[in-house]
Nanobody, 123 residues
Framework: QMQLQESGPGLVKPSQTLSLTCTVS??????????FSWIRQPPGKDKEWVGA???????YYRPSLKSRTSISRDTSKNQITLQLNSVTPEDTAVYFC???????????????WGQGTQVTVSS
C-alpha cells in the first residue's frame, strides 16, 4: 500500500534554508500520470500549494514562492525533497507531501497525502 512520510527539522531560524524530505513507499515516484506535490497550511489559514514534481522530473512552483523554492528527487531512495530558502515566520506551517493526478492540489479528496510535519520559523 502506498504511503508518504514527511520528515525534517521542526524548527528553522529566519533567513535559513528549510529542507524537507518525503519518503514514498509502495509506488515508484517515476510512475506516469502523477505529480508529487508539497502543500502547506499556516496556523488558521487555508492549505496552500507550494510546488510539484512530475514523473519525468519536471518541476512546477507557486509563482509567489518560485524564487526561493526548489523541489528535487532521489529515485534510488524514492524520495522527494523540498528546499525553501530565506525563510521567515510567515513560512511557519504544517507541510504535506501528496500524490495526485492534478497539479495544484489543496485537498486529499482524490489523492494520497502524508500526515504532515510541523515547521516553525523562529529565532
Amino acid at each position: 500500500q502506498m504511503q508518504l512520510q514527511e520528515s525534517g527539522p521542526g524548527l528553522v531560524k529566519p533567513s535559513q534554508t528549510l529542507s524537507l524530505t518525503c519518503t514514498v513507499s509502495g509506488v515508484s515516484i517515476t510512475t506516469h500520470y502523477y505529480y508529487f506535490s508539497w502543500i502547506r497550511q499556516p496556523p488558521g489559514k487555508d492549505k496552500e500549494w507550494v510546488g510539484a514534481i512530475a514523473s519525468d522530473g519536471s518541476t512546477y512552483y507557486r509563482p509567489s514562492l518560485k524564487s526561493r523554492t526548489s523541489i528535487s528527487r532521489d529515485t534510488s531512495k524514492n524520495q522527494i525533497t523540498l528546499q525553501l530558502n530565506s525563510v521567515t515566520p510567515e513560512d511557519t506551517a504544517v507541510y504535506f507531501c501528496a500524490r495526485d493526478r492534478a497539479l495544484e492540489v489543496t485537498s486529499p479528496a482524490f489523492g494520497s497525502w502524508g500526515q504532515g510535519t510541523q515547521v516553525t520559523v523562529s529565532s
